[in-house]
């Protein structure tokens, strides 16, 4: 028999609850409809004015499908390549080891450091590439100089620094795929991808499907990087949604009301994708179930 909490009980969740989630969506809610300002919020009602505003902002529309691009490819390319690196991991035998606790490292460096890195790395100009095809008498190039170049540097760099979180959850999956099982699938004859996709694959699948949602939600949250790296250029090819709320609220006219607007789209344009993720995750593990 179920027996009901009592309303006591559940008080400091419900407040907790109100505090961080329903509060913050209320005050939300409101900035989108009143012109407000860091100085001066929620200083008059607009109506729907602001979101005619949001998206007349040149960079705002745009920001969305490239978000949405940029978080795709990042999760399918993380993921990917994290299973491949927890299984060769696995192959090794044992733990993690010494070798897995080197490929967190970037994993474990702040995003600031990392895109500060990546930028020393890559500078046209003083360079450390620059600098080594400089020594062998081959000309420099500039990642930066272009659109695609830019957001390809953007995509890899973020790729290299949120594979290992892939492999380490990927790493842990394969630990509970029962090895009687595998060893049995090699004596029936079986190969190493038959072995994988009747036997690991089924039984890791549930915990992937969830690293590719994360993966997708991460990738949707760049911000750090761009403000180290691109300043969201050249041009608006490297401003994703986040740094452009971020322009629109806390720089320039600090208009909070168009950038609460642009947050509540965004926001619905994340939770559409990670709700198409998340069906597509049941279909599939129901299929192997």
Known sequence: MIRRVPLWLASPAIAGLALFLVYPTAYLLALALTKSSLAKPLSRFTGLDNVATAFASPAFSPSLWK?????VIAAVLTTLLGLALAILLRRRGGGFGVLGALFLLPLVTAPVLVGVAWKLLLAPVGGGLAGLFGSVGMAGFNPFGSGFGAFT???LMHVWQWTPFAALIAFAALGVVRHELLESARIDGANPWRTFTTVTWPAIAPTIWAVVVLELVIGYKVFDSIVVMTS????????LSPYVIY??????SFDMGTAAVQTLVFAFVVGTVATAVTTLRARAVKADA
């Not at 978000?67 to 978080?71: D, Y």
């Not at 969201?232 to 401003?239: L, N, Q």
């Not at 322009?247 to 320039?252: A, E, H, I, N, P």
């Open 247 to 252: 322009q629109t609220g806390l720089r320039g």
């Open 232 to 239: 969201g250029g050249p041009g608006f090819s490297t401003a």
């Open 67 to 71: 978000s949405t691009l940029f978080a």
């Open 153 to 155: 540097v953007l995509l």
